[in-house]
């Protein structure tokens, strides 16, 4: 905190840094409409090299206390935790401290002003959304899934042991197609104590089950073909304009190269090199090398001229003297041509090739991340709205086990928020209707 006068009072406003700002609007963004974790928001952050301003890098603790701050919604909260030494305000009065670190304070204790002090950067009601995911964290009811293209993973439960499905990735040693599988079969095997067989539903079949049915339930759902539509690449914004940056950079030291080949290499070996397609990079490391040692010896040999005429610089008639200065200036000028000439262009083109090597790496994570996987989990986001888990059934036949249906359960309001479709469509009851498929 800055120091501040007398009768000086400190309060929060909004960060001048526009950037910032639009930073912590992402982050509720990305919160609230997408099946994502406070730790999977950190690691896209730092893919895309935003700094955190307070740290090296983003983490999963400084996701979740700007998540849970209500500062965003335009009210300064205080007393949110207590670091006391002495006395705290604690149960709605002053007492003595208790010797504990960081004690949390209910919403009872916590003190805010009734109104807001400045315009909200998020808007109340993604705030609450924001605040009912976190409890929901805290209590392990929710969990975002590792594996983006995996969506359907907090969703499906084997009706045998009623515990959730484990994703899959799949691959070409084992020849799976990526899908789910019982988590007690996946853990213990065919000795598991629940007697689960080895039930597993490649993702695509499951997914194109659900897709049906919600056509049938819900015939105006376009939320979730809507949520394929990712517009927030504007975030990959500052690596793009670093990558600009760079390749400008990376232009100039080409063109310094091609000046350096064009200043020391003969007109017939240039005409060689120009027939042979040899390239200007390939050129200099060639050239500069073989040109180093007579620039060196120029220089050396300018510099000596220069002090031979500086020495004798004092006997000189005063009309001698201005003639010695411009001597002595052109001198210098060449002096200094010949040492630009003699720095190595390749170290500054490697570190630029580097660079944008990284930088375009980054792009691509994400790009993937922002334009891929959050389809995904936007996809995921908005199904929770209306269901509340998929129960898969299973056949065996002997040692196959085969899906035989799936039972579909409603979420507690579902289709109430933010969706929109016919309040008749669903039934009284939490459980829709099961769909069997042969």
Known sequence: MPPKALHETLKYRPSMVAERVKTVQRIFKWYTTENVSAGQIARRLNDLGIAPVYSPL?????????????????????????N?????????????????????????????????EFKPLVAPEVFEKAQAKLTATKTRTYRAPKTAHLWLKGFLICSKCDKPMRAQSGNKSNGLAPGYICSEYA???????????????????????????????????????????????????????????????????????????????????????????????????????????????TIAEKEAELEALLDGFSGLSPRLKERANQRGEAIQKEIDALKRDLADLRIPWERL??????????????????????????????????????????????????????????????????????????????????????
């Open 353 to 438: 090739q580097a660079n944008l090597k990284a930088r375009q790496e980054a792009l691509e994570r994400a790009t993937t991340t922002l334009n891929q996987e959050g389809i995904f989990r936007q996809k995921a986001e908005v199904l929770r709205t209306v269901i509340d888990r998929i129960v898969c059934r299973f056949s065996r036949s002997g040692k196959r086990c085969t899906l035989k249906s799936i039972d579909v359960y409603a979420a507690k309001e579902g289709a109430v928020r933010p969706l929109s479709f016919p309040v008749d469509s669903l039934q009284m009851d939490s459980r829709l209707r099961p769909f069997v498929f042969s």
């Open 84 to 116: 006391s030494r002495f006395m705290e305000f604690s149960g709605g009065q002053v007492r003595t401290a208790e010797r504990k670190p960081a004690r949390p304070r209910d919403k009872t204790d916590q003190v805010r002003p009734e109104q807001q």
């Open 187 to 297: 853990r213990w095997g065919t000795r598991n104590p629940t007697g689960c067989g080895h039930f597993r539903v490649e993702h695509d079949e499951v997914e194109s089950l659900v897709f049906d049915y919600l056509v049938e339930v819900a015939p105006q759902l376009n939320s979730l073909s809507d949520a394929t539509q990712a517009t927030d690449l504007e975030t990959a914004r500052p690596l793009l304009a670093v990558m600009s940056e760079t390749k400008k950079e990376l232009g100039w030291t080409w063109y310094d190269m091609a000046m350096f080949a064009e200043k020391y290499l003969p007109g017939k070996a240039r005409w060689k090199a120009a027939a042979k397609r040899v390239s200007v990079e390939s050129l200099y490391d060639t050239l500069y090398s073989t040109v180093k040692p007579t620039i060196e010896k």
């Open 58 to 82: 983003w983490h999963q603790g400084v996701i979740k206390y700007i998540l849970a701050n209500p500062v965003y919604t335009g009210h300064p909260t205080y007393n949110k935790q207590s």
